[in-house]
């Protein structure tokens, strides 16, 4: 019984190591989508965004240091239109675009960028101008067969600074919006919206942290190896 114990203490603990910043050998960190308007504003996560230095699995183009994953459940319905709100400008540089399902997804860089629908008029989730969007990607015919659908995926790719990026996006998604005049959008920070089509209504989202599970699966299976060998130790 004992050694059972301990191996599952030991179990435990190394796997919250392997999972954890400090042994990570990449700058990997996935985003849920939130909703905060249209049909799926309660609905559970289904959207998600992963940012990564870690190519696997595309072709990156020359000078990219960063890839934006964009993945979704939603069915029916896909991604049509994805905003990034950075208020320094200075987060994202030298934009490139990756697709991970050829001849499905086309959602080119817009010329001039463009506002997703419900987060920028009064009332808006962005509503200051500490919060511009500051570049856009919009499929060309924003309708579902051209966007981001279920068993689809989207690469972005960029070259600048993946840690940093995490850590502007980190700043928007702990001092969450709705912004407004007395809740400016924080300084430095960096927001990812969507606009999500095939829904009876109109359907917008914001990124927030997707909860680190396998983090905690590891820490939940330290504290029954502690519990039980607690447990065991006052019974001896």
């Known amino acids: 019984m004992k050694r059972n114990l301990l191996i599952l203490l030991v179990c435990g603990a190394l796997l919250a190591f392997l999972m954890s910043p400090a042994y990570a050998t990449t700058c990997d960190t996935s985003y849920y989508f939130q909703y905060v308007s249209g049909d799926m504003t309660n609905a559970p996560e289904q959207t998600f965004m992963r940012v990564t230095d870690d190519f696997t699995g595309y072709t990156a183009p020359m000078g990219a240091n960063v890839m934006f994953e964009f993945t979704t459940e939603?069915?029916?319905?896909?991604?049509?239109?994805?905003?990034?709100?950075?208020?320094?400008?200075?987060?994202?540089?030298?934009?490139?675009?990756?697709?991970?399902?050829?001849?499905?997804?086309?959602?080119?860089?817009?010329?001039?960028?463009?506002?997703?629908?419900?987060?920028?008029?009064?009332?808006?989730?962005?509503?200051?101008?500490?919060?511009?969007?500051?570049?856009?990607?919009?499929?060309?015919?924003?309708?579902?067969?051209?966007?981001?659908?279920?068993?689809?995926?989207?690469?972005?790719?960029?070259?600048?600074d993946c840690d940093a990026i995490i850590a502007a996006l980190n700043l928007a998604v702990n001092d969450i919006g709705p912004y407004d005049g007395s809740h400016p959008f924080p300084d430095d920070a960096l927001a990812v919206a969507i606009k999500i089509a095939g829904l009876p209504g109109s359907t917008e989202a914001v990124n927030v942290p997707l909860p680190p599970s396998a983090l905690l699966m590891g820490s939940g299976l330290l504290g029954l190896g502690l519990v039980g060998w607690r447990r065991r130790s006052q019974q001896a």
């Open 74 to 160: 939603v069915s029916p319905g896909a991604i049509v239109q994805i905003g990034f709100y950075d208020d320094e400008m200075v987060h994202l540089t030298g934009t490139f675009l990756g697709s991970g399902s050829v001849g499905t997804v086309n959602m080119p860089q817009d010329g001039t960028p463009q506002e997703i629908p419900g987060f920028d008029p009064p009332g808006g989730y962005f509503d200051n101008t500490g919060a511009d969007v500051y570049l856009s990607f919009t499929a060309v015919n924003p309708q579902v067969d051209n966007g981001v659908g279920a068993g689809e995926a989207l690469a972005l790719f960029f070259d600048g």
